[in-house]
């Protein structure tokens, strides 16, 4: 059974950038169409953004269109999200996750928090 790991998230301030990362562990590996999501205090998680198997489709939701980029390594088992122009809005637990048959059980995710 394969996991995903996020990493990379930390104490920015407003208009910073960080680099997420999600790691696929354990076999057998398949590579499938991913998203990052994330879940805002108080909320319910959202999906943020999705990259298709091979890379070649993207979506972002309207709030953080422009400046965050989704992106993937196949052979480094390894999905991005590069996040720039960060906003106090932005703070929030992220995570991975398949887009399609979502897995209910969700990995750790990683904290970002976005504070003068």
């Known amino acids: 059974q394969v996991q995903f790991v996020e990493s990379g998230g930390g104490l920015v301030q407003p208009g910073g950038s960080l680099r997420l990362s999600c790691a696929t562990s354990?076999?057998?590996?398949?590579?499938?169409?991913m998203g990052w999501y994330r879940r805002l205090p108080g909320k319910q998680r959202e999906l943020v953004a999705s990259?298709?198997?091979?890379?070649?489709?993207?979506t972002y939701s309207d709030s953080v269109k422009g400046r965050f980029t989704i992106s993937r390594d196949n052979a480094k088992k390894t999905v991005y999200l590069q996040m720039n122009n960060l906003k106090p809005e932005d703070t929030a637990v992220y995570y991975c996750?398949?887009?399609?048959?979502?897995?209910?059980?969700w990995g750790q995710g990683t904290q970002v928090t976005v504070s003068s």
């Open positions: 990259i298709s198997s091979g890379g070649g489709t993207t």
């Open positions: 996750n398949q887009v399609v048959n979502t897995r209910t059980t």
């Open positions: 354990g076999s057998p590996f398949t590579i499938r169409a």
